[in-house]
C-alpha cells in the first residue's frame, strides 16, 4: 500500500503563487503515478494533473495549463503542484492520490488542502 499526505494550502489572493506537497510512503516502487484532484463546493471532483513517478511524464487539465506544473523530488518521495496566477475559481480542496503500476484508477488518497483564492 502508499500512504500520501498533502500540505500547503492557504488563502491567497487572485494572482498569487502557492505551492502544494504530496509526501508519499510506503510501497513506493509499486507506485505508478501520483496525481492531483480537486473539488469545488457543489462539484465533482477534478483531475487537475498527474505525473509518471519513474518516467516523470505529466498531463494537465486545460484550465491548468500553463499556470500549473507539477513535478516531483523522488529523493523525497514528493510530488509538488505549483500553482501560479490563481484565479477564483480555483479554490477547492485539493487531493493528491496514487496510482499503482496495473490499476487503472487512483486508489490512494490523501486527506487534501483547502486552497482558498480571493478575489
Known amino acids: 500500500q502508499v500512504q500520501v499526505t498533502e500540505s500547503g494550502g492557504g488563502l491567497v489572493q487572485a494572482g498569487d503563487s502557492l505551492r502544494l506537497s504530496c509526501a508519499a510512503s510506503g510501497r513506493i516502487s509499486s507506485m505508478y503515478g501520483i496525481g492531483w484532484f480537486r473539488q469545488a463546493p457543489g462539484k465533482e471532483r477534478e483531475l487537475v494533473a498527474t505525473?509518471?513517478?519513474?518516467?516523470?511524464?505529466?498531463w494537465y487539465t486545460e484550465s491548468a495549463r500553463g499556470r500549473f506544473t507539477i513535478s516531483r523530488d523522488n529523493p523525497k518521495n514528493t510530488v509538488y503542484l505549483q500553482m501560479n496566477s490563481l484565479k477564483p475559481e480555483d479554490t477547492a480542496v485539493y487531493y493528491c492520490?496514487?496510482?499503482?503500476w496495473g490499476r487503472g484508477t487512483y486508489d490512494y488518497w490523501g486527506q487534501g488542502t483547502q486552497v482558498t483564492v480571493s478575489s
Open positions: 505525473i509518471n513517478w519513474t518516467a516523470g511524464d505529466t
Open positions: 492520490a496514487a496510482r499503482a
